[in-house]
């Protein structure tokens, strides 16, 4: 079946060394290509396909009034085109190994994107898009709604949030209305449907025994008809979902949601994982981590490294405010037996910062994913009945508070990281509110380009505080490099310095 919208208007090239060259490929064997180059100086790299393609959107990009298209052109051609261009190469390269966020770029330079106007809608023009992404020159369906949704979620912000009045984006109620109004131009909100939504958190970099096991927990959940929701990326993003599918399969269950939330900076490091039918593009970290707890009804904790400590610090933090200690929010923190020092060590960590009051908001279970999935369904229906009570939507939890120190996008550098207040004289959650920035911190300059780039002009972040929790933060991160944590491939070369 041919996918409707789609045209290749040129044939397929391949790139060696960052240019075109002409190819030619013998009739003995598919894979035998043979590169004509009139000179090398180098050995050349393997030649990656590329296609060039007109696709017409569908899905919230394919009714548009006039004025609407012209503003979403002028968007993506201005001064968003770069944003843009990362973000679409990102999807296209879905399944991609690779957490360096310039590893696509250097394997494809010549790619570009562009949005044309027209009077029945917009036409997305790709040149020299990665050849992975179609299949017999028609791009693979999936990949397509991805593409749709980069473009809809980044014109969106640029047009109707920020370029717009209707959000205060200083006070703590328009963060909130602007994720809202996101989330709901995704399509990703379902009125009249009882909580079912589980949030999988967990690393992208995890060994082969915990990505099965975080597979054999989606699957446990998809059987008891819960949808999932993850950072959309690999590792654990991805084993939840595949593991539901199937039990959505056998429970002949249809309109099931495998929900992606990333943001710009990270969705380069972390391409959409192929199991992802929804995916959502939040404009930084904060309103994602935002857009996670509000959408979610219960949450799940597999193994990971920084980025999964910054979302535990996050929802704790959340969770110990006084004004959100009586909100019924289900948290389970899981692995196979191997991981059980990884979450000792994780709770210890969180035990010396904030106390009893943050280890009572969550259990942790080893090794049982029948457990967990029972475990979460209980949760979830307490969160239906305070719903109720409450009389907040099933879709987005209105009732959470979440202060503005929570919401305020944290720029790592180095003069923020060594500014943190990270002393014990500060109400719990906003000492996890601090915390969570310096793993942010962290994250941006293992994954993100910006954060990378700063790394290597001046060197490691520094990161100073109260010598016992200095103490332990260095303990916690020693452990994640060594379980290899941090990085899917490669060397690690730690990207901060903890100083008591």
């Excluded at 959940?221 to 199937?246: E, F, N, S, V």
């Excluded at 944590?485 to 690690?492: A, D, F, L, N, Q």
């Amino acid at each position: 079946m041919r996918f409707p919208g789609v045209s290749v208007l040129a044939s397929q090239t391949s790139h060696a060394g960052g240019k075109v060259v002409p190819t030619k490929t013998t009739t003995k064997s598919p894979e035998m290509t043979e590169v004509l180059i009139t000179e090398v100086l180098h050995p050349a790299p393997v030649a990656l396909p590329t296609v060039n393609a007109h696709i017409s959107p569908r899905g919230g990009l394919d009714i548009l009034s006039r004025d609407e298209i012209a503003r979403l052109r002028d968007a993506s051609s201005g001064g968003l085109h770069e944003l843009l261009r990362r973000c679409a190469l990102a999807v296209l390269t879905t399944g991609s190994d690779s957490d360096d966020p310039r590893a696509a770029q250097l394997k494809y330079p010549d790619f570009d994107i562009q949005v044309h106007q027209q009077d029945r809608g917009i036409k997305i023009e790709l040149r020299n898009a990665p050849g992975v992404a179609f299949v017999d020159g028609e791009i693979i369906r999936g990949v397509a709604e991805l593409l749709y949704a980069v473009v809809r979620d980044i014109a969106y912000v640029a047009i109707e949030i920020n370029g717009s009045v209707k959000f205060d984006m200083d006070t703590s109620e328009g963060v909130t209305g602007a994720v809202f109004e996101i989330l709901r131009n995704a399509r990703v909100l379902r009125p009249h449907v009882d909580p079912n939504l589980v949030v999988c958190w967990g690393g992208h970099s995890i060994g082969r025994d915990e990505y099965i096991y975080t597979k054999r927990v989606g699957y446990e959940l998809g059987l008891r008809r819960l949808d999932i929701c993850t950072g959309c990326g690999p590792g654990a993003m991805k084993g939840p979902m595949k593991g539901a599918t199937i039990a959505h399969a056998k429970q002949r269950r249809t309109g099931n949601r495998y929900i992606g939330v990333t943001e710009p900076g990270i969705i380069a490091a972390e391409s959409p994982n192929p199991i992802v039918n929804h995916l959502v593009i939040m404009p930084d970290i904060e309103k994602r981590l935002e857009a996670f707890v509000r959408l979610g009804h219960g949450i799940i904790v597999f193994p990971g490294g920084v980025g999964t400590a910054e979302e535990i610090l996050y929802l704790l933090g959340l969770m110990l405010h006084p004004d959100n200690v009586a909100l019924p929010f289900p948290l389970i923190l899981t692995g196979p037996k191997a991981s059980a020092a990884y979450f000792e060590q994780i709770d210890e960590f969180l035990r010396l910062t904030m106390g009893e009051a943050a280890t009572s908001r969550y259990r942790i279970i080893v090794d049982d994913p029948a457990l967990v999935a029972s475990v979460m369904v209980q949760g979830v229906r307490r969160v239906r009945e305070q719903r109720l009570h409450s009389k907040d939507a099933f879709f987005f939890n209105w009732s959470l508070r979440v202060p503005a120190e929570f919401q305020r996008p944290f720029q790592p550098n180095h003069r923020s990281m060594s500014a943190l207040d990270l002393h014990r004289d500060q109400p719990a959650h906003q000492l996890a509110a601090n915390l969570r920035r310096a793993f942010s911190g962290i994250v941006a300059g293992n994954v993100k380009e910006e954060g990378m780039r700063q790394i290597e002009q001046h060197g490691p972040f520094e990161i100073h505080g109260d010598p016992e929790i200095m103490l332990a933060l260095d303990a916690l991160l020693r452990a994640f490099v060594d379980q290899r944590r941090m990085k899917m491939v490669g060397e690690y070369r730690p990207c901060y310095r903890v100083l008591a």
